[in-house]
């Protein structure tokens, strides 16, 4: 009978252990992913060819960010997020053309940023639609920039 009873003690630490473990996985995970001002200070520490990663994850939070803002309602939060994405996207071409260094993952960033914005610009109001088409207009001319890079007339390879 001692032996069921230490049985049945030991499972349920076990169970309480894997419960606490599991509400306490998203307070860590969270706790883990910096926040986009602390991503913004490590960009000027960051070295040349980090640069246009850093620039193109606060971009793509940004875009997350605003996603979420024009959900709320909060169009002027979302206006603020976009603003972000234009500046840290074109830092990314910058730093990325500079360096040489992810200029394709850089582009493809950007593009499914349009894409994203696409499907963003449909779901919102006609008067935040004005926006977003800018946001969108911009990043396209960001892409262009970066294949032209990539990609320049009249080299042969």
Known sequence: MGFAREHLRVGWVAALSLL??????PAMLA???PTIEELKGRVANASAGERPVLCIHISERQLDAADKFYVAGDHEQGKAALVDVIAFSELARDYAIQSHKHEKP??????????KLTDMK????????DQIQTTIDRLEQIRDDLLAAMFPKGAKK
């Open 20 to 25: 606490l473990s599991a509400l306490a996985a």
């Open 31 to 33: 706790r883990d992913q």
């Open 106 to 115: 850089s582009e493809i960033a950007i593009r499914k940023m349009t894409r």
């Open 122 to 129: 449909h779901a919102v109001s006609h008067e935040d639609q």
